[in-house]
């Protein structure tokens, strides 16, 4: 336990460090390089995948002895992988018996082994690549970035949080109150850290390990044991997570079921149960705001961390560069077909249009410009399917069809050329009015937005920000060249509880966030609860239990 603390301890003390100056720094290189991975990673990690399809996928933890899964990835292939079935009393049960040494432990041995984790992850983060790129629908490269290392890095700044936190409470202390005169009194006190209890992880389908890994590694950290129940269609990102999770638990000498897998199917669900389950103490959701309203509900008792969804917007005021501007807006709009809880949907202008470098635009001109600059970007059909990816479900290709008839199609959604097999769609484009709140305040996950005509700058920032309030949002962006208006914006959007991004032009889209300096979500709107990550997340995933004796004379 000592030597994986003190391998990764330079690691560990760089991601302190750095959650705190809030800089850029990376643990884990985001190019799939063979000369970063291994000259035959990425070939050999290939191999491994494939592999493992059509097999049981093994892990040795409490089971039923029966098989559960059935992952067929949105490019097609039918995975055939199956999955050892639990209960949620075979699960928790286990869980609570590892407990007792995995809390004890000191919080550097746990850093350590989860540090180890993750290197071991990292090491086979092409493995992790397809498997993310085959149940998500993610492109290779944005599976292999954000389905690995970046995920990793969010894995790693939920350690840094929650081991800077345990680290602020001394093991012991002798405490003297003077008395005057009189002898001082004085006490010894021992302060130790007590884990909540088991802790479940409900992951989604669309970023399997981005948004499960912090909620993860926070409660690993602070001494709970988990419980990673994934989405029933991206499971095995999640599933070898937890194999090398449970070998490095081995080695240093832990109980293995501080980390089990709960695989269910779509037709056999077992969340519920376990959001239910009176043992278990922690919930860290992903998923959409009606069943995250029904797990806040029904978890009475618990800790709960959600990420929902919300309706994100960008709002143009004006532009130094409409090139520079529609580009990135088609790019954020494009990129993984509108399935990041980050992706802008709603796209807020002054109806009477706006100043550019190329002059003053009309509502229709800067509705067409954002539209041409999608069908720039996906001209080609190589690279429009390393944009866009694969639409993960069938619902969401349905709700594309169904959002036609909302308002006057500025770009028509039409699958991809070449991707033959796969579920593919590009970004519809829609035109509406601002009154037609009907149309557009509501989220329709997927390629689908809105470019909305308003009364003005001040009517623009007052509906994105009211909808923000109202309805959640994760990202907002501005293009304004008026400071008083980007002040403005500032206020109402912070006031909104909804990060702000001004004039990306560049190699920065408000769909991206950045472990260890943006706070994804922030808590402060219907969007989520929680925010990946702040003290917040891992404060209360602990509590610390004190003894105190007299010292003798």
């Known amino acids: 336990m000592a030597a994986f603390f003190d391998k990764h301890k330079v690691t560990l003390d760089k991601a302190v460090e750095t959650i705190r100056s809030r800089g850029y720094w990376s643990a884990y290189p985001e190019m799939p390089s063979g000369k970063i991975y291994g000259e035959t990673a990425k070939g050999d990690q290939e ?32 995975l055939g992988v199956s999955y050892p079935e639990t209960t949620p009393d075979l699960a928790v049960a286990a869980a609570s018996t590892a407990m007792k040494g995995w809390g ?18 990292n090491a086979l983060s092409f493995l992790f690549a397809n498997a993310v790129m085959h149940t998500s629908g993610q ?40 008395q005057g005169p009189k002898e001082p009194l004085v006490l010894d006190k021992v302060f130790r850290i007590v884990p909540r209890g088991p802790a479940l ?33 991206a499971i095995l990102p999640l599933a070898l997570t937890v194999r090398i999770g449970r070998e490095v638990l081995v080695e240093a000498g832990f109980d293995p079921n501080v ?29 959409s705001p009606a069943f995250g309203a029904w797990v806040r509900e029904n978890a009475k008792g618990k800790l709960v961390y959600t990420e929902e969804a919300g309706v994100n917007s960008i709002v143009v005021t004006g532009t130094d560069t409409l090139r520079g501007m529609t580009g990135n807006i088609g790019f954020s709009l494009s990129l993984y077909s509108g399935q990041m809880c980050t992706a802008p949907q709603n796209i807020y202008v002054p109806r009477d249009g706006i100043e550019t470098d190329d002059g003053h635009k009309t509502f229709d001109e800067v509705a067409q410009a954002i539209a041409t600059a999608v069908d720039k970007l996906l001209g080609d059909p190589q690279r429009a399917a390393g944009v866009l990816g694969a639409v993960q479900s069938e619902a969401t290709l349905a709700r594309v069809a169904a959002a036609h008839g909302l308002g006057k199609v500025l770009r028509e959604s039409a699958p991809v050329e070449g991707m033959d097999g796969a579920r593919s769609a590009t970004p519809l484009i ?32 007052a509906r994105a920000a009211g909808s923000a309030r109202t309805h959640g949002a994760i990202t907002a962006a501005l293009y304004a060249t008026d400071e008083a208006v980007i002040d403005k914006a500032a206020d109402a959007f912070a006031d909104a509880g909804v ?25 402060a709107n219907p969007a989520g609860n929680a925010c990946l990550c702040d003290s917040a997340f891992v404060a209360n995933r602990f509590r610390v239990a004190a003894m105190r004796r007299p010292v003798a004379a």
């Open 104 to 121: 004890s432990a000191s919080a550097e041995a746990r850093a350590g082994v989860l540090l180890e984790m993750l290197a071991r992850i």
């Open 139 to 178: 492109a290779f490269m944005m599976a292999f970035q954000a389905g690995g290392p970046h995920a990793q890095d969010r894995g790693l700044e939920a350690i840094a949080y929650a081991y800077d936190e345990m680290s602020r409470i001394p093991g012991s202390v002798r405490w003297e109150k003077p």
């Open 499 to 523: 990060a702000l991004s001004v004039n990306l032009t560049g190699g920065i889209f408000v769909n991206q966030s950045a472990a260890y300096s943006d706070y994804h979500v922030t808590g």
């Open 259 to 287: 980390l089990q897998l709960a695989a269910d199917t779509a037709e056999k669900p077992l969340t519920k149960e376990f959001v239910t389950h009176p043992d278990v103490a922690i919930i860290d959701f992903t998923g």
């Open 201 to 233: 992880v409900i992951g989604c389908a669309t970023f399997p390990t981005w948004n499960s890994y912090p909620g993860l590694f926070a409660s690993l950290a602070t001494g709970n044991p988990v419980i990673v129940k994934p989405h029933p269609a």
């Open 430 to 461: 829609l035109a509406v009015d601002a009154r037609d709140e009907s149309a557009y305040l509501e989220e329709r996950f997927g390629p689908i937005s809105f470019i909305i005509a308003t009364d003005g700058v001040d009517d623009a920032i």
């Open 47 to 78: 191999e491994a995948f494939k592999a493992l399809l059509g097999k049981p996928f093994e892990i040795d933890q409490p089971s039923t002895g029966e098989r559960v899964g059935h992952e067929i990835s949105p490019y097609g292939l039918d």
